[in-house]
């Protein structure tokens, strides 16, 4: 059973950056796809950026693209998730999640994945 424990989330300014971290049980050992995704209080959850744990392929939200950038590290079995030029409107929860992959992308839906960690959050003020 996949585990996955978040880190890395804290207060900003607007334009601060931040990478979150998402420790990811047998990254180095199993095809997965790993998911960032947020969700603020009253929000739907937001699918983010995904990677393909085998092949380092990487998909991303219209709305993040160019602001988050996604990235794995098999030696440390992390995944990372870094975040620049945020907004207040980024405040959220921000959460992975992992998947054993079945198509040929990693999808950005949040209901594909089934293992979820618990979340790091991200406040940034004006």
């Known amino acids: 059973q996949v585990q996955l424990v978040e880190s890395g989330g804290g207060s900003v300014l607007t334009g601060g950056s931040l990478r979150l971290s998402c420790e990811v049980s047998?990254?180095?050992?199993?095809?997965?796809?790993v998911g960032w995704f947020r969700q603020a209080p009253g929000q739907a959850r937001l699918g983010l950026a995904t990677?393909?744990?085998?092949?380092?392929?990487?998909d991303y939200a219209a709305s993040g693209k160019g602001r988050f950038t996604i990235s794995q590290d098999n030696d440390k079995n992390t995944v990372y998730l870094q975040a620049n030029n945020l907004e207040p409107a980024d405040s959220a929860m921000y959460y992975c999640?992992?998947?054993?992959?079945?198509?040929?992308?990693?999808?950005?839906?949040?209901?594909?994945?089934?293992?979820w960690g618990q979340g790091t959050q991200v406040t940034v003020s004006s």
């Open positions: 999640a992992a998947n054993g992959p079945k198509w040929g992308y990693c999808p950005l839906a949040y209901y594909y994945y089934g293992t």
């Open positions: 047998s990254l180095n050992s199993t095809s997965l796809c």
């Open positions: 990677i393909r744990s085998t092949t380092g392929q990487e």
